[in-house]
Structures are given as C-alpha cells and as structure tokens.
C-alpha cells in the first residue's frame, strides 16, 4: 500500500465552484503535513501547511484528521488559474539521523474552465 | 528569497555514459532530498541525506549514487545512463528540526533524456 494515497482525477469543475480534495495516509507517527501545487512542467511549490486545527488562506482551507490519517483540501471559488496538480504531503520521521522525509502522494489533477 | 539551484534544465545524454546532476541550497538546510517524477507515478524517493557525508537509499535507489561533501550541495550520479532513466529529476532541501515548518523547497528540476 502507497504511503500516502491520493485521488489522481482529473477534476473538471466550472469557475465559481468549490472543489475538494482529500488524500490518505498510512504512518501514524508523521508530524507534518501540506499540500503543494504543480503546474505543468514546473517544480512543486508550497501552497499551505496543514494543522490539526484546520487552516485557511483565503480560498483555500486544509484540514486534518489524525484519527482517521486523512487530510483534504477545499478551494472555494475557483478561478482559472487554480488548474494545476494539487500534491498532499505528508512528513514521517525516518529513523536515521532523526529527519522528517517529505512522501508525496502521485497528486491531483484540477481542470478549472470558463 | 530561498533557493535551490540545479545545475541544468534540460539535458540529452547517451545510453551507457556518466552523468551529474548537481544541486545547492542556500538555507542552510541539513536535509537534501533527490526525487525522480513520472507520469502517473508521481515523486519517487531516490537518495536523501541529512547531513555532510551522510546519505540514505529511498525508494528506487538502484542504478543512481550521491555525493554530499559540502552542505550546500548535493549530487546525483547515473552511473551508467539508460533509457529507463529519463525522467525530470526534482533536488529538494528542508530543516530537520521538529519545531520549525518542515516543508521541503524545490529547485525547478532538470528533464533529463537518455537516448
């Protein structure tokens, strides 16, 4: 089983709409968690961390479940230039040297059109 | 404003040769990550290192090596290139610490062909 698994779509959603993405995990001792956005041909960049009290940045809202080993996303009011890979994150502690390894999930896609 | 550099965008190599890929940082950062990304696939861990001379396998380290005698850089070696090996090859950098934002930055990657 994948370490952190994720919904590939692609989502295909109008503007204006809100979508949400959601992706699991399966190390119950990861400490840290984001969600990164892709776009074509580019590197991952941050687009916002994830706490267990849920976070917000405007249009975009993370949670997490530690519980359930579950976190998602929702983007409200998308906007054209939202389309991009949308990448979940999560940070287990690897046992050498005490670090935190960044796993990704494979990623999922969104379609945001006119 | 943070950066990881590396060394080449793009770059077309021969079945059997040597090739570098070089990677810097200038955060300051212990961890160093090298990752390959496929379609469909996503990223793939291939070597990380969290200190000077230390390095660890990831996931699909087999044909691959690496170098880290500085900080700041760290290296990746295809031994002896295959068509297998084209891919877009992401370096990364992050703190090791647990209190700080652990998110891990990236340089923006070099395509690689091997033909």
């Known amino acids: 089983r994948k370490e952190v698994e994720q919904d590939p779509g692609p989502f295909n959603v109008p503007e204006g709409a809100t979508v949400a993405f959601n992706c699991t995990y399966s190390n119950s001792a990861s400490q840290s968690f984001f969600w990164y956005r892709q776009d074509c041909r580019k590197e991952p960049k941050l687009l916002m961390s994830?706490?267990?009290s849920g976070n917000e940045d405007g249009r975009f809202t993370a949670q997490l479940n530690r519980a359930s080993q579950y976190i998602s996303l929702l983007i409200r009011d998308s906007k054209l230039s939202d389309s991009a890979t949308y990448l979940c994150?999560?940070?287990?502690?690897?046992?050498?040297?005490?670090?935190?390894?960044?796993?990704f999930g494979r990623g999922t896609s969104l379609i945001v059109h006119p | 404003d943070v950066k990881v550099t590396q060394s080449s965008r793009y770059l077309v190599k021969r079945t059997g040769e040597k090739v570098f890929l070089e990677c810097v940082q200038d955060m300051d950062h212990e961890n160093m990550f090298w990752y390959r990304q496929d379609p469909g696939l996503g990223l793939r861990l291939i070597y990380f290192s969290y200190d000077v001379k230390m390095k660890e396998k990831g996931d699909i380290p087999e044909g691959y090596s690496v170098s880290r005698e500085k900080k700041e850089r760290f290296s990746l070696i295809l031994e002896s290139a295959s068509t297998n090996q084209t891919s877009m090859y992401l370096c990364a950098s992050s703190s090791p610490r647990v209190d700080a934002n652990t998110e891990a930055f990236f340089g923006q990657g070099t395509r690689l062909t091997v033909v």
């Open positions: 994150v999560v940070n287990p502690l690897h046992a050498s040297g005490g670090s935190y390894i960044p796993t």
């Open positions: 994830v706490y267990s």
